[in-house]
């Protein structure tokens, strides 16, 4: 079983996981000119690439 040999400080905890961060989707314009989430059909067109 896997188990630590040392307790691991709060500082080096903290320093792994500083990469833990949510990134939101951002929307991208269409070629119609309407804004819409990337890898989604519009729904105006019903299109999913040109």
Do not use: C, F, Q
Not at 10 to 35: E, F, I, N, S
Request: charged share 30%; proline share 8%; glycine share 6%.
């Amino acid at each position: 079983m896997a188990v630590p040999k040392r307790r691991v400080s709060k500082t080096r905890g903290a320093k792994r996981r500083t990469h833990y961060t949510v990134t939101l989707p951002m929307p991208v314009k269409d070629t119609d000119g309407t804004w819409k989430m990337p890898h989604r059909i519009n729904k105006t067109t019903g299109e999913y690439k040109n």
